[in-house]
Protein backbone atom coordinates (compact mmCIF):
# COMPACT_ATOMS: atom_id res chain seq x y z
CA UNK A 1 0.00 0.00 0.00
CA UNK A 2 0.94 3.39 -0.56
CA UNK A 3 2.03 5.37 2.02
CA UNK A 4 1.76 9.59 2.98
CA UNK A 5 4.64 9.90 5.76
CA UNK A 6 6.48 12.86 6.57
CA UNK A 7 9.03 12.53 9.21
CA UNK A 8 10.66 15.47 11.14
CA UNK A 9 14.18 14.70 12.56
CA UNK A 10 15.77 16.77 14.88
CA UNK A 11 19.75 16.02 13.71
CA UNK A 12 22.31 14.74 15.75
CA UNK A 13 25.34 16.60 16.41
CA UNK A 14 27.52 14.53 13.67
CA UNK A 15 25.83 15.74 10.98
CA UNK A 16 26.11 11.58 9.34
CA UNK A 17 24.35 10.23 12.42
CA UNK A 18 21.01 9.24 12.63
CA UNK A 19 17.89 11.17 14.20
CA UNK A 20 17.71 11.45 17.17
CA UNK A 21 14.34 11.68 17.37
CA UNK A 22 11.85 11.25 14.28
CA UNK A 23 8.26 12.80 14.61
CA UNK A 24 6.07 10.91 12.00
CA UNK A 25 3.57 13.58 10.44
CA UNK A 26 1.31 10.90 8.98
CA UNK A 27 -1.13 12.45 6.08
CA UNK A 28 -4.26 11.27 5.79
CA UNK A 29 -8.09 11.65 4.53
CA UNK A 30 -10.76 12.52 6.49
CA UNK A 31 -11.65 8.59 6.70
CA UNK A 32 -8.56 7.86 7.80
CA UNK A 33 -6.92 6.40 5.04
CA UNK A 34 -3.99 7.12 1.97
CA UNK A 35 -5.05 10.54 0.45
CA UNK A 36 -3.05 9.10 -2.55
CA UNK A 37 -5.73 6.31 -3.19
CA UNK A 38 -8.50 9.14 -3.16
CA UNK A 39 -7.10 11.36 -6.02
CA UNK A 40 -4.50 12.06 -8.22
CA UNK A 41 -1.93 14.22 -7.34
CA UNK A 42 1.11 14.95 -9.00
CA UNK A 43 3.55 16.80 -6.31
CA UNK A 44 3.20 17.25 -2.51
CA UNK A 45 4.72 20.34 -1.26
CA UNK A 46 5.21 20.22 3.05
CA UNK A 47 6.01 23.22 4.32
CA UNK A 48 7.71 23.73 8.33
CA UNK A 49 8.16 26.74 10.14
CA UNK A 50 9.41 26.72 13.68
CA UNK A 51 10.36 29.83 15.75
CA UNK A 52 13.42 31.72 14.40
CA UNK A 53 14.15 29.12 12.14
CA UNK A 54 13.98 30.52 7.96
CA UNK A 55 11.14 27.74 6.73
CA UNK A 56 11.61 24.76 5.12
CA UNK A 57 9.97 24.17 1.88
CA UNK A 58 10.01 20.24 0.81
CA UNK A 59 8.28 19.14 -3.24
CA UNK A 60 8.51 16.17 -4.46
CA UNK A 61 7.38 14.62 -7.99
CA UNK A 62 4.81 11.95 -6.52
CA UNK A 63 5.37 8.71 -8.33
CA UNK A 64 2.87 6.31 -6.27
CA UNK A 65 4.31 6.90 -2.19
CA UNK A 66 6.25 9.70 -0.41
CA UNK A 67 8.25 9.83 2.77
CA UNK A 68 9.73 12.72 3.74
CA UNK A 69 12.50 13.62 6.34
CA UNK A 70 13.20 17.06 7.20
CA UNK A 71 15.02 18.45 9.84
CA UNK A 72 13.74 20.94 12.51
CA UNK A 73 16.19 22.67 14.90
CA UNK A 74 14.24 22.53 17.96
CA UNK A 75 11.85 19.69 19.78
CA UNK A 76 10.29 22.18 22.41
CA UNK A 77 9.53 24.83 19.69
CA UNK A 78 6.22 25.80 18.35
CA UNK A 79 6.15 24.02 15.03
CA UNK A 80 3.64 24.90 12.27
CA UNK A 81 3.27 22.67 9.24
CA UNK A 82 1.78 22.77 6.01
CA UNK A 83 0.73 19.73 3.56
CA UNK A 84 -0.25 20.87 -0.38
CA UNK A 85 -0.79 17.74 -2.94
CA UNK A 86 -0.96 19.63 -6.22
CA UNK A 87 -3.12 17.98 -8.73
CA UNK A 88 -6.83 18.54 -11.09
CA UNK A 89 -8.09 19.60 -7.90
CA UNK A 90 -5.64 20.33 -5.01
CA UNK A 91 -5.75 19.48 -1.63
CA UNK A 92 -4.29 20.95 1.86
CA UNK A 93 -4.05 20.16 5.82
CA UNK A 94 -2.24 21.70 8.56
CA UNK A 95 -2.68 20.93 12.31
CA UNK A 96 -2.72 23.29 15.04
CA UNK A 97 0.85 24.61 15.99
CA UNK A 98 2.20 22.30 18.40
CA UNK A 99 5.41 21.26 20.07
CA UNK A 100 7.15 18.13 18.82
CA UNK A 101 7.68 16.72 22.19
CA UNK A 102 4.27 17.05 23.25
CA UNK A 103 3.11 15.54 19.99
CA UNK A 104 4.11 11.49 21.30
CA UNK A 105 5.61 11.20 18.15
CA UNK A 106 2.87 11.02 15.68
CA UNK A 107 1.19 14.06 14.47
CA UNK A 108 -1.73 13.42 12.07
CA UNK A 109 -2.16 15.94 9.21
CA UNK A 110 -6.22 15.31 7.66
CA UNK A 111 -6.12 16.87 3.98
CA UNK A 112 -8.89 17.58 1.99
CA UNK A 113 -10.19 19.05 -1.19
CA UNK A 114 -9.68 22.94 -0.84
CA UNK A 115 -12.44 25.39 -0.36
CA UNK A 116 -14.49 22.40 0.80
CA UNK A 117 -15.46 20.51 4.13
CA UNK A 118 -15.89 16.52 5.40
CA UNK A 119 -16.71 14.72 8.32
CA UNK A 120 -14.06 12.35 10.61
CA UNK A 121 -15.41 9.58 11.68
CA UNK A 122 -12.52 9.07 13.67
CA UNK A 123 -12.62 12.26 15.73
CA UNK A 124 -16.57 11.76 16.59
CA UNK A 125 -17.53 12.16 20.30
CA UNK A 126 -18.22 8.99 22.74
CA UNK A 127 -21.65 10.87 23.53
CA UNK A 128 -23.83 13.16 22.07
CA UNK A 129 -25.14 15.86 24.74
CA UNK A 130 -27.61 18.99 24.19
CA UNK A 131 -26.29 22.50 25.15
CA UNK A 132 -22.46 20.94 26.55
CA UNK A 133 -20.04 23.39 27.57
CA UNK A 134 -17.16 23.33 24.68
CA UNK A 135 -13.44 25.17 24.41
CA UNK A 136 -10.32 24.96 22.64
CA UNK A 137 -7.74 23.91 25.33
CA UNK A 138 -4.39 24.72 23.35
CA UNK A 139 -4.49 21.54 20.89
CA UNK A 140 -7.41 19.87 22.59
CA UNK A 141 -11.58 20.43 21.97
CA UNK A 142 -13.06 19.75 25.28
CA UNK A 143 -16.98 18.88 25.46
CA UNK A 144 -18.23 18.78 28.60
CA UNK A 145 -21.68 18.24 30.55
CA UNK A 146 -24.85 19.33 28.45
CA UNK A 147 -28.30 17.13 28.85
CA UNK A 148 -28.28 14.29 27.21
CA UNK A 149 -31.36 11.74 26.88
CA UNK A 150 -31.18 10.97 30.81
CA UNK A 151 -31.42 14.67 32.07
CA UNK A 152 -28.15 16.40 33.02
CA UNK A 153 -24.98 14.85 31.98
CA UNK A 154 -21.59 14.65 33.70
CA UNK A 155 -19.86 13.48 30.47
CA UNK A 156 -16.48 14.99 29.31
CA UNK A 157 -15.04 14.18 25.66
CA UNK A 158 -12.31 15.52 23.79
CA UNK A 159 -10.70 15.70 20.42
CA UNK A 160 -6.92 15.74 19.74
CA UNK A 161 -6.63 18.58 17.12
CA UNK A 162 -2.96 17.15 16.43
CA UNK A 163 -3.74 13.69 16.66
CA UNK A 164 -7.15 14.15 15.12
CA UNK A 165 -8.53 11.12 17.33
CA UNK A 166 -11.37 11.17 20.34
CA UNK A 167 -12.01 9.66 23.84
CA UNK A 168 -13.92 10.85 26.97
CA UNK A 169 -12.00 11.88 30.31
CA UNK A 170 -13.02 11.93 34.12
CA UNK A 171 -16.18 13.53 33.96
CA UNK A 172 -17.76 16.60 35.88
CA UNK A 173 -17.83 16.50 39.94
CA UNK A 174 -18.89 20.18 41.05
CA UNK A 175 -20.99 20.51 37.58
CA UNK A 176 -23.71 19.34 35.36
CA UNK A 177 -25.96 19.88 32.49
CA UNK A 178 -26.24 22.77 29.94
CA UNK A 179 -23.15 25.23 30.61
CA UNK A 180 -20.39 27.56 29.30
CA UNK A 181 -16.52 27.18 29.20
CA UNK A 182 -13.43 28.81 27.87
CA UNK A 183 -9.73 28.12 28.37
CA UNK A 184 -8.07 29.15 31.42
CA UNK A 185 -4.12 29.16 30.44
CA UNK A 186 -2.59 26.15 28.60
CA UNK A 187 -3.85 23.08 30.62
CA UNK A 188 -7.25 23.90 32.05
CA UNK A 189 -11.01 25.35 31.59
CA UNK A 190 -13.27 26.94 33.17
CA UNK A 191 -16.56 25.43 32.88
CA UNK A 192 -20.08 27.08 34.37
CA UNK A 193 -22.88 24.48 33.52
CA UNK A 194 -26.49 24.44 35.37
CA UNK A 195 -25.13 22.62 38.34
CA UNK A 196 -22.18 24.76 39.27
CA UNK A 197 -19.31 26.35 38.49
CA UNK A 198 -15.80 24.50 38.23
CA UNK A 199 -12.01 24.59 36.87
CA UNK A 200 -11.36 21.30 34.81
CA UNK A 201 -7.56 20.46 34.49
CA UNK A 202 -7.09 18.40 31.27
CA UNK A 203 -3.24 17.52 32.27
CA UNK A 204 -3.79 16.07 36.15
CA UNK A 205 -5.72 13.13 36.05
CA UNK A 206 -5.78 13.19 39.92
CA UNK A 207 -7.59 16.38 40.85
CA UNK A 208 -9.53 16.89 37.30
CA UNK A 209 -11.95 19.25 39.04
CA UNK A 210 -11.63 22.09 41.39
CA UNK A 211 -14.24 24.76 42.70
CA UNK A 212 -14.76 28.04 41.09
CA UNK A 213 -15.12 30.32 43.83
CA UNK A 214 -16.29 32.52 44.39
CA UNK A 215 -18.59 32.69 40.89
CA UNK A 216 -21.50 35.33 41.28
CA UNK A 217 -25.12 34.10 41.65
CA UNK A 218 -26.78 33.51 38.39
CA UNK A 219 -24.29 32.22 36.37
CA UNK A 220 -24.65 29.19 33.85
CA UNK A 221 -25.35 28.75 30.75
CA UNK A 222 -27.39 32.03 30.32
CA UNK A 223 -23.76 33.49 30.77
CA UNK A 224 -20.86 34.85 28.35
CA UNK A 225 -17.71 32.90 29.07
CA UNK A 226 -14.59 33.91 27.14
CA UNK A 227 -10.93 33.97 27.75
CA UNK A 228 -8.81 36.86 28.20
CA UNK A 229 -5.29 37.60 28.45
CA UNK A 230 -4.14 36.26 31.61
CA UNK A 231 -7.68 34.22 32.65
CA UNK A 232 -11.04 34.27 31.17
CA UNK A 233 -14.15 36.03 32.26
CA UNK A 234 -18.28 35.07 33.41
CA UNK A 235 -20.32 37.90 32.32
CA UNK A 236 -24.05 38.13 33.75
CA UNK A 237 -26.61 34.91 33.22
CA UNK A 238 -30.14 33.60 34.65
CA UNK A 239 -31.51 33.68 37.64
CA UNK A 240 -35.14 33.02 38.29
CA UNK A 241 -36.10 33.65 34.34
CA UNK A 242 -34.33 37.43 35.08
CA UNK A 243 -30.58 38.73 33.70
CA UNK A 244 -28.33 39.24 36.80
CA UNK A 245 -25.50 42.11 36.52
CA UNK A 246 -22.67 39.80 38.10
CA UNK A 247 -19.44 39.08 36.66
CA UNK A 248 -16.72 36.70 37.87
CA UNK A 249 -12.88 37.36 37.00
CA UNK A 250 -10.63 34.01 36.53
CA UNK A 251 -7.40 34.14 36.86
CA UNK A 252 -5.09 31.70 36.04
CA UNK A 253 -3.62 30.50 38.87
CA UNK A 254 -7.54 29.77 40.02
CA UNK A 255 -8.17 33.09 41.93
CA UNK A 256 -11.30 34.61 41.09
CA UNK A 257 -13.17 37.79 42.08
CA UNK A 258 -16.47 39.79 41.33
CA UNK A 259 -17.51 43.13 39.80
CA UNK A 260 -21.15 44.54 38.48
CA UNK A 261 -22.15 45.07 35.42
CA UNK A 262 -23.84 48.70 34.62
CA UNK A 263 -26.72 46.36 33.93
CA UNK A 264 -28.25 43.24 34.39
CA UNK A 265 -27.70 40.98 30.88
CA UNK A 266 -28.18 37.34 29.60
CA UNK A 267 -27.49 35.61 27.17
CA UNK A 268 -25.03 38.39 25.60
CA UNK A 269 -21.96 38.17 23.56
CA UNK A 270 -18.69 39.11 24.83
CA UNK A 271 -15.56 39.70 23.43
CA UNK A 272 -11.57 40.03 24.75
CA UNK A 273 -9.82 43.22 23.24
CA UNK A 274 -6.57 43.56 25.18
CA UNK A 275 -6.84 44.25 28.51
CA UNK A 276 -10.56 44.90 27.79
CA UNK A 277 -13.87 42.60 27.63
CA UNK A 278 -16.76 44.36 25.43
CA UNK A 279 -19.85 42.94 26.51
CA UNK A 280 -22.86 43.47 23.90
CA UNK A 281 -26.49 42.61 24.06
CA UNK A 282 -28.83 40.74 26.28
CA UNK A 283 -30.44 43.36 28.03
CA UNK A 284 -33.64 44.36 28.21
CA UNK A 285 -33.13 48.27 28.08
CA UNK A 286 -30.17 50.80 28.86
CA UNK A 287 -26.68 50.61 26.98
CA UNK A 288 -26.21 48.38 23.91
CA UNK A 289 -22.74 47.20 25.20
CA UNK A 290 -20.12 47.44 28.09
CA UNK A 291 -16.18 48.15 28.18
CA UNK A 292 -15.10 46.27 31.13
CA UNK A 293 -11.53 46.89 32.34
CA UNK A 294 -9.70 43.53 33.60
CA UNK A 295 -7.14 45.89 35.82
CA UNK A 296 -10.08 47.98 37.85
CA UNK A 297 -13.00 45.71 36.95
CA UNK A 298 -15.21 48.57 36.27
CA UNK A 299 -17.43 49.10 33.46
CA UNK A 300 -17.92 52.17 31.23
CA UNK A 301 -21.45 51.92 29.02
CA UNK A 302 -21.61 52.36 25.54
CA UNK A 303 -24.90 54.00 24.82
CA UNK A 304 -27.22 53.21 21.69
CA UNK A 305 -30.97 52.23 21.56
CA UNK A 306 -31.01 48.55 20.71
CA UNK A 307 -33.80 47.19 22.22
CA UNK A 308 -33.63 43.22 23.23
CA UNK A 309 -31.23 41.41 21.06
CA UNK A 310 -30.63 37.83 23.11
CA UNK A 311 -27.86 35.57 21.63
CA UNK A 312 -26.12 37.44 19.24
CA UNK A 313 -22.72 37.25 17.64
CA UNK A 314 -19.90 40.11 18.03
CA UNK A 315 -17.50 39.38 15.21
CA UNK A 316 -14.31 40.96 15.86
CA UNK A 317 -11.85 42.68 12.88
CA UNK A 318 -9.06 44.42 14.68
CA UNK A 319 -10.50 46.95 17.20
CA UNK A 320 -13.48 46.65 14.67
CA UNK A 321 -16.96 44.96 16.07
CA UNK A 322 -20.21 43.52 14.87
CA UNK A 323 -23.01 43.20 16.79
CA UNK A 324 -24.81 40.81 14.22
CA UNK A 325 -28.31 38.24 14.81
CA UNK A 326 -29.82 37.56 17.97
CA UNK A 327 -33.65 37.45 19.18
CA UNK A 328 -35.53 39.99 19.24
CA UNK A 329 -38.64 41.18 21.60
CA UNK A 330 -40.75 39.55 19.00
CA UNK A 331 -39.09 36.03 18.86
CA UNK A 332 -37.15 36.36 15.66
CA UNK A 333 -34.11 36.64 14.16
CA UNK A 334 -32.83 40.02 14.01
CA UNK A 335 -30.95 41.18 10.12
CA UNK A 336 -30.27 44.95 11.59
CA UNK A 337 -26.66 45.05 12.98
CA UNK A 338 -24.67 47.80 15.12
CA UNK A 339 -20.93 48.57 14.45
CA UNK A 340 -19.44 49.14 17.61
CA UNK A 341 -15.69 51.15 16.42
CA UNK A 342 -13.24 53.06 18.32
CA UNK A 343 -12.88 50.04 21.32
CA UNK A 344 -12.13 49.63 23.83
CA UNK A 345 -11.02 53.13 24.47
CA UNK A 346 -13.34 54.79 22.52
CA UNK A 347 -16.15 52.56 21.53
CA UNK A 348 -19.20 54.20 20.20
CA UNK A 349 -22.27 52.39 18.41
CA UNK A 350 -23.71 52.57 14.96
CA UNK A 351 -25.77 51.38 12.37
CA UNK A 352 -24.34 48.38 10.39
CA UNK A 353 -25.15 46.73 7.36
CA UNK A 354 -27.68 44.23 7.49
CA UNK A 355 -27.01 40.54 7.97
CA UNK A 356 -29.37 39.21 5.07
CA UNK A 357 -28.16 35.87 5.98
CA UNK A 358 -29.35 36.08 9.63
CA UNK A 359 -30.04 32.96 11.02
CA UNK A 360 -30.21 31.29 14.97
CA UNK A 361 -27.91 29.29 16.17
CA UNK A 362 -24.59 30.13 14.33
CA UNK A 363 -21.13 30.65 16.20
CA UNK A 364 -18.47 33.30 15.31
CA UNK A 365 -15.15 32.07 15.71
CA UNK A 366 -11.46 33.45 14.04
CA UNK A 367 -13.54 35.72 11.44
CA UNK A 368 -15.64 32.75 10.38
CA UNK A 369 -19.79 32.78 10.97
CA UNK A 370 -20.38 29.22 11.57
CA UNK A 371 -23.86 26.81 11.55
CA UNK A 372 -27.26 27.60 12.00
CA UNK A 373 -27.39 25.75 8.66
CA UNK A 374 -24.60 24.52 6.32
CA UNK A 375 -23.76 27.70 6.00
CA UNK A 376 -20.16 29.21 6.72
CA UNK A 377 -19.73 32.78 6.08
CA UNK A 378 -16.39 34.97 6.87
CA UNK A 379 -16.62 38.42 7.86
CA UNK A 380 -14.02 41.42 7.24
CA UNK A 381 -14.20 45.08 8.39
CA UNK A 382 -13.24 46.60 5.15
CA UNK A 383 -12.62 50.26 4.30
CA UNK A 384 -15.34 51.14 7.08
CA UNK A 385 -17.83 48.82 5.82
CA UNK A 386 -18.57 45.08 6.72
CA UNK A 387 -18.95 42.35 3.89
CA UNK A 388 -19.71 38.77 4.35
CA UNK A 389 -18.55 36.39 1.70
CA UNK A 390 -19.17 32.55 1.62
CA UNK A 391 -16.57 30.41 2.65
CA UNK A 392 -17.98 26.66 2.74
CA UNK A 393 -21.09 24.26 3.32
CA UNK A 394 -21.05 22.11 5.61
CA UNK A 395 -22.07 18.84 5.05
CA UNK A 396 -24.87 18.19 7.79
CA UNK A 397 -26.82 21.69 9.15
CA UNK A 398 -25.42 22.07 12.66
CA UNK A 399 -26.86 24.35 15.23
CA UNK A 400 -24.29 25.99 18.32
CA UNK A 401 -21.14 24.04 17.34
CA UNK A 402 -18.41 24.48 18.56
CA UNK A 403 -15.49 26.10 15.95
CA UNK A 404 -11.85 25.76 16.19
CA UNK A 405 -9.67 27.59 13.67
CA UNK A 406 -6.05 26.68 13.06
CA UNK A 407 -3.50 29.44 12.38
CA UNK A 408 -3.80 28.48 8.59
CA UNK A 409 -7.02 28.99 8.47
CA UNK A 410 -8.45 25.26 8.26
CA UNK A 411 -11.52 25.07 10.29
CA UNK A 412 -12.81 22.39 12.53
CA UNK A 413 -16.66 22.05 13.80
CA UNK A 414 -17.47 20.18 16.34
CA UNK A 415 -20.82 18.61 17.65
CA UNK A 416 -23.51 20.70 17.82
CA UNK A 417 -27.27 19.61 17.36
CA UNK A 418 -29.98 19.35 14.17
CA UNK A 419 -33.85 18.46 13.91
CA UNK A 420 -33.15 15.31 15.03
CA UNK A 421 -30.84 16.38 18.43
CA UNK A 422 -27.59 16.14 19.71
CA UNK A 423 -24.58 15.49 17.20
CA UNK A 424 -20.73 14.13 18.07
CA UNK A 425 -19.43 14.43 14.94
CA UNK A 426 -16.44 16.70 13.78
CA UNK A 427 -16.55 18.39 10.23
CA UNK A 428 -13.04 19.73 8.91
CA UNK A 429 -12.94 22.67 6.37
CA UNK A 430 -9.92 23.74 4.00
CA UNK A 431 -9.97 27.27 2.88
CA UNK A 432 -9.24 27.43 -0.76
CA UNK A 433 -5.82 28.73 0.34
CA UNK A 434 -3.78 27.96 3.53
CA UNK A 435 -2.86 31.18 5.30
CA UNK A 436 0.89 31.21 4.35
CA UNK A 437 3.77 31.52 7.50
Known amino acids: MRSALVALGLLAACSDGPPRLRINVAVVSATGGDPLTDADFEEVTVEVAQQDRPVTRVTRRLDGAFDLPIEIGSLSASTRVRVHL ?102 RAV ?35 IARPGGAVVVGGEEGGAAVPGVTWVFEDGRALDSLLVVPRRRAAAVALGNFVVVAGGSEA ?114 DPLAVVFESGVLVVVAGSDEAGARRDVELCWPTALVPF
Open 191 to 225: VVTEGGALLYDLANADARNTPLAPVHDGAGPASAV
Open 86 to 187: DGPEPWVGAPPQFVPLAAAGLVRVVVGPAGRCAIVPEAELPEATEEPAMARVETFALVAGGRGASGPSTSVGFVDLVRFFSGDLDPLTLGSGAGRAATLGFE
Open 286 to 399: GPIAEVLNASTQESAPVEYDDGVRLDPLLVRDGDSLWLIGGVGADGTVRQDTVQLLGCPSACRAEPGPPWSTARAGAVVEGGYIVGGDTRVEVAAFRAGVWTLEHAFDLQVARR
